[in-house]
């Protein structure tokens, strides 16, 4: 039975399907861009945008269905979950099961691992983007239980919100009331389709550009040997791995927030030059604002935020943030970088910087926190804590200076690289609008594109990687 079991469990997947692949710039996107125009302008001769949203619907389960083609079910399982919930005022026992779903799938395999009992129970394999659409369910049914939101009267409308191709493997996270009203009616300018079109040029361009190159560099250190590494060169592999994460996941949000401007549809911004922070705090503030804000508004505030006693506030803050690290995989490691946080950030409210004190050493924090920040993005890297510990070893002088030649070639063949990375992380000048701005984003734009279609033909793909959590 359980041999049967485990032989269903373990089914050919395709490889998924992602935004810097040459068949979904070069087939899928073209295809959806010439349907989508086709029905808008059916739907113009017939007053309605249902042409339209049956398109982006059909193209978003078709997306999906690339890379899941039997967990596509269990997608559109919740968002029936999420329909019926919200229709009968049942919106609790919605958010409950739609957090089962999301423990069997995403941490079954742990659980099962810490209890033994996975000798006797099959792999579950991880859906894709259920951390994410999981979330964007839980926000629609609380908002619905609070009065924020009506209740969706369509079902395809609502797994529209849910499944839309864009943002739906790895955010940002899309609230409801964000594109509620966009669902039903929306329009698209030229300035929209314009900024559209060059934020997606933009995130390729950090996708394949910046964070695939990078990743060379990571896997060179961090994932090579680390009995071999030398301490310079383990540092140099954290800072590649920190700007790594940032310009990959950064690159798929612009990406999701182009493709949804050029349809009509205002994504919210999930990242705002992070690595310029003075504190943890404002490191959160900046980085991955959606799931920020969804844990703030639905698990902090609910709990009672700020307004309760301080020991209380205290745990809320700790349980927050270890839901923070948790959320974005199922290894203990995760939680240990979301408790880092919780520490940080402890340390912060209730010792130093409180309002009187922000501006005290502000210049000499802007130096520190970066280097805390990558220390935390080494508990990321290492889900096994023996070679986590291994690494922080060298990192802090275990393995030595190594070799001068070896070290120099290091920082010599990437130093372009991380010179632009390390550029681009800070908040540019804004041009001035007018026509010589124009022609120069045009031209910086193609010039992008051009680029990155060279680097990714012949090259092997590098999935983006928030895609797996």
Not at 29 to 50: M, N, Q, R, T
Not at 93 to 104: D, N, P, Q, T, V
Not at 215 to 229: F, K, P, Y
């Amino acid at each position: 039975m359980l041999r049967r079991l485990k032989y269903r469990l373990n089914w050919h997947k395709i490889p998924v399907m992602y935004f810097s692949d040459l068949i979904f710039l070069y087939a899928f996107l073209p295809a959806f861009v010439i349907c989508y125009f086709v029905a808008g302008l059916w739907g113009k001769k017939e007053g309605s945008g249902a042409a339209r949203n049956i398109v982006l619907l059909c193209f978003s389960l078709i997306f999906y269905a690339w890379g899941e083609p039997v967990l596509i079910l269990l997608l559109i399982c919740s968002a029936f979950i999420c329909y019926i919930c919200a229709k009968t005022h049942k919106e609790t026992a919605g958010i409950i099961l739609l957090l089962l779903s999301l423990i069997i799938f995403k941490y079954g395999n742990l659980l099962t691992g810490l209890t033994g009992l996975a000798a006797y129970i099959p792999k579950i394999p991880l859906p894709l983007g259920i951390s994410f659409y999981t979330f964007q369910g839980i926000a629609y049914l609380a908002d619905v239980k609070r009065g924020r939101a009506k209740p969706q009267d369509s079902f395809y409308k609502l797994l529209l919100y849910i499944s839309m191709f864009p943002q739906l493997i790895a955010g940002p996270i899309v609230r409801y009331t964000d594109i509620s009203e966009d669902i039903d009616r929306r329009s698209v300018s030229p300035e929209d389709m314009a900024e559209g079109i060059r934020r997606i040029i933009c995130g390729l361009g950090k996708k394949v550009i910046l964070a695939d190159h990078l990743s060379l560099i990571v896997e060179e250190s961090m994932g090579a040997d680390l009995s071999t590494l030398s301490t310079p060169m383990a540092w140099l592999g954290l800072l590649a791995y920190s700007l790594q994460i940032y310009f990959d996941f950064s690159a798929y949000s612009d990406m999701a927030i182009g493709m949804g401007r050029c349809m009509g549809f205002k994504f919210p911004e999930n990242f705002d030059h992070p690595y310029i922070s003075a504190s943890a705090t404002e490191f959160w503030r900046r980085w991955h604002m959606s799931l920020g804000s969804f844990f703030r508004d639905y698990v902090y505030i609910p709990l009672g935020g700020s307004r309760v006693s301080r020991l209380r506030r205290l745990f809320n803050i700790m349980l927050v943030w270890a839901l923070t690290g948790f959320w974005h995989g199922a290894s203990l490691n995760f939680m240990v970088w979301g408790l880092y946080f919780g520490v940080l950030i402890l340390i912060e409210k209730e010792l130093f910087f409180k309002e009187k004190d922000k501006e005290r050493f502000k210049v000499l924090r802007h130096f520190t926190t970066p280097v805390i920040l990558m220390l935390g993005w080494g508990i990321f890297y290492f889900e096994d804590f023996s070679k986590m510990k291994d690494f922080f070893d060298v990192l802090f002088g275990r393995g030595g200076m190594g070799s001068e030649t070896l070290v120099m070639a290091g920082l010599s063949q990437n130093v372009f690289l991380l010179a632009v990375s390390l550029i681009l992380c800070l908040p540019l000048p804004k041009m001035k609008e007018g026509t010589v701005t124009t022609a120069f984003r045009t031209l910086y734009s193609v010039a992008i594109l051009v680029l990155a279609v060279l680097f990714l033909i012949g090259s092997t793909s590098h999935p983006f990687l928030y895609t797996r959590f």
